[in-house]
């Protein structure tokens, strides 16, 4: 899309960088997030509320936002939501800023044009457009789920968390994953996921009308239609339990399973300290691990 220059400008002004920092001893750094984190963002009302990606901030212990004229200010984190990893941080500042409307992403559809204006740190932006090219579910490895998600073939390389935005310049997705790698394309997550929540985020910090579910904190992927255990976050139930890296899950609660999205739906079935019974098959042994799962908050706190 050749998006007229006012409208580019408009919403890089209303474009954030995030500069994070997190302890070592921080749960999220031992899974590859690190301790010097860079983000994007925008801003969503007059209040001084960023909507960004919650992996940016997780665990931080000082945020600073730069704007695109390079005023910095420190940032509280106001809401983390763990079901679809948006996350809300807030500034306080002494004039008035420009920020993005929020509109649904069901109202998009496949082909319609769209673009990207992303933080490339401090207060440098970089914009992309392109079409859309899916919309449908994901998940991914690290035991999340997202019921629709918005896939853009556009390539911005700039840091996630920034705005997919519609024609008119609203918000209708927050950028996600860029797949810069394995195609030109960026997914975001939809833009709903806060609007339909933005109370309860405000309001309560995370999402409290979402029935919490057993997290295992491990990474999976499918293969010839059994799951692979990939990896295993450290102290999380699933290493407690004794898995390991390279073990087959064949089943959950006697149900076999041929694809990980089964294993992680059963799992979003199951309460938080529930014991669940997974029957694996290592070093050519069929083996039968119980294991509680806990809520993904209390692991990431």
Known sequence: MNAAVYLLEQVAAAVVGIH????QEHPSVAVGLGTDRRGSGALVGADGLVLTVNYVVMGARRVIVTLTNGTQYDAQIAAQDFTSNLALIRINASQQLPYLAVASSKDCVLGQEAFIVASTGNEGRRADSGLISYIGPFDALWEFVL????MLSAMNLGFGGAPVCNAKGQIFGVSYLSMAEVGRSVLAIPSECFLEARGELVGEGRRVSV??????GL???TLREHVVVAGLLPGAPAEKAGLKQGDVILAI???GLSERRALYDALRSRQPGEAVSLRIFRDNKVLTL???GIRIDDYFA
């Open 290 to 292: 119980e294991v509680h």
């Open 253 to 255: 609660d006697g149900q």
């Open 219 to 221: 990474l999976s992927y």
């Open 211 to 216: 029935r919490p579910w057993a997290w295992l």
């Open 20 to 23: 994070a920092n997190v302890p």
């Open 147 to 150: 019921e629709r998600c918005v």
